[in-house]
């Protein structure tokens, strides 16, 4: 099923557009990136409604998602490795955020450590996406942190339990997911952009 979506999105996109090999490996890749996407969102989808929590799953994938957006992160090498980890992740983040009672305290705690997380290892490319340029790198990592700071504001202008168990489930997996401590755990190569940069014979 999935590569029948891919070679279909490629034809259709090829037909408008000129691909190279390098192109055509990037259209691919995104196709295959959106087709889990998706799958997974469906079925989380189907799970959370089923379980009464499609609120807290709908929060949580736009609060998540907006913490993921400027920091990127650690990818599953393959498919069912994100499935087996996605899932437990996004279902438990549902409970979380239903169910936990978090003092002012440890709220504040959680977000220090995601803003100097994201201070110190956004973004976190990874070996098929590094992140060359480095004003590009600069630009997230600025956008990362007031993305954070954003976060914060919001917390404490609307402090309803669904947006701060929201927000702070969001913040601790992004800043677990940039850590080089989990890319070494996961035998990931980090700052691949140096790699790439060396391979190349250019500066960082």
């Known amino acids: 099923m999935k590569k029948k979506f891919v070679e279909k999105g490629y034809h259709f996109i090829a037909r408008y557009q ?3 090999k390098i192109k ?14 998706l799958t997974k969102a469906i079925f989380l989808f189907i799970v959370t409604y089923c379980c009464g929590l499609l609120k807290e799953y709908l ?5 998540y998602s907006l913490a993921r957006r400027y920091t990127y992160g650690l990818h599953a090498r393959s498919t069912w490795i994100c499935w087996i980890t996605t899932i437990p992740i996004y279902l438990g983040g549902c409970f979380f955020i239903r169910y936990a009672e978090m003092p002012n305290l ?13 201070l110190l290892w956004a ?9 060359i340029r480095a004003e590009v790198r600069k630009k997230q990592k600025i956008k990362a942190c ?4 954003a976060f914060l504001i919001v917390s404490f202008l609307f402090p309803h339990k669904l947006i701060i168990n929201t927000i702070c489930y969001s913040l601790v997996v992004q800043s677990i997911t940039i850590n080089p401590i989990t890319y070494w755990i996961t035998n990931t190569p980090y700052h691949n952009y140096k790699t790439y940069l060396q391979n190349h014979g250019l500066n960082c």
Do not use: K
């Not at 929060?59 to 609060?63: D, E, K, R, S, T």
């Not at 007031?146 to 700071?149: D, R």
């Open 146 to 149: 007031l993305v954070c700071i």
């Open 18 to 20: 000129e691909c190279d």
């Open 123 to 131: 973004p976190a490319d990874t070996p098929s996406t590094p992140l």
């Open 24 to 37: 055509t490996i990037r259209i691919r890749y995104g196709l295959e990136a959106f087709y889990n996407l």
């Open 59 to 63: 929060f949580l994938c736009i609060i």
């Open 106 to 118: 440890f709220y504040m705690g959680t977000w220090l450590f995601a803003f100097f997380s994201f």
